[in-house]
């Protein structure tokens, strides 16, 4: 069975501060991984999606992601954040065999302080 | 265009009661999954339909829960003799599928369940 770990429940930064938001998923198969971000009051949408290629990857307002095969991390980053960040964070992973089922961290929640 | 809707926003019940919680996804989108998140805690996999199917329903924790998407769009989640442990935002996400392919989920608001 797929198990998503996220290392950090509460992150508390300042504005401009850079962001590393751990994310470990245990199983040897082929996945796709996803950050989801959860704005106060809204619900959950994609933040970025890995597939394959590439393992660094993009998503929309400045985040990006890391692969790290070997690792079984999926680390979220952002150079520097702003207070419209603040939000929760979830990382999830999907077996690439049963694409219909993922399974999610139990999150990250981010404060940024003006 | 209009993303995934979900009735009703809030739902008070007592336990033992019957309930049913609608899903409204994305016009086109054949895929579309349930999820329960208890506070603190991520989306935990119910199941999800390829079209009118359940393809996977392993998700479901007691034969008390039961799913439909009797054509293909809208799907209704029932959850027979509710108890108090049952309480959870349920969240309902659908995408569209890619070359057979499971792509981006796009998720709706949530109903939160509250059994007292």
């Known amino acids: 069975a797929q198990s998503v770990s996220q290392h950090n429940h509460h992150v508390i930064l300042s504005e401009a501060a850079s962001l590393e938001l751990g994310c470990n998923y245990s199983y040897g198969g082929t996945v796709n991984l996803f950050w989801y971000v959860q704005y106060p009051g809204q619900h959950l949408q994609l933040l970025l999606k890995y597939f394959s290629g590439d393992p660094l990857v993009k998503g929309i307002k400045g985040f990006e992601a890391e692969f790290i095969k070997s690792k079984f991390s999926f680390n979220l980053r952002k150079p520097s954040v702003q207070w419209s960040d603040t939000a929760e964070y979830f990382c999830a992973v999907r077996d690439y065999t049963n694409a219909g089922k993922s399974t999610f961290g139990d999150g990250t929640t981010l404060t940024v302080k003006p | 265009g209009a993303g995934v809707s979900q009735t009703p926003s809030n739902k008070v019940t007592e336990k033992g009661k019957y309930v049913e919680l609608r899903c409204d996804p994305i016009?086109?989108?054949?895929?579309l999954y349930w999820y329960r998140q208890s506070l603190g805690q991520g989306p935990e996999f119910l199941i999800y339909f390829q079209g009118t199917g359940a393809a996977d329903d392993s998700g479901l924790p007691n034969d008390r829960f039961f799913a439909v998407r009797p054509e293909g769009s809208v799907s209704t989640l029932k959850i027979q003799r509710t108890e108090r442990g049952d309480s959870a935002v349920y969240l309902c996400?659908?995408?569209?599928?890619?070359?057979?392919?499971?792509?981006?989920?796009?998720f709706g608001p949530g109903t939160r369940l509250t059994v007292l």
């Open positions: 016009s086109g989108h054949t895929a």
């Open positions: 996400a659908s995408s569209p599928l890619v070359g057979g392919m499971h792509n981006e989920q796009f």
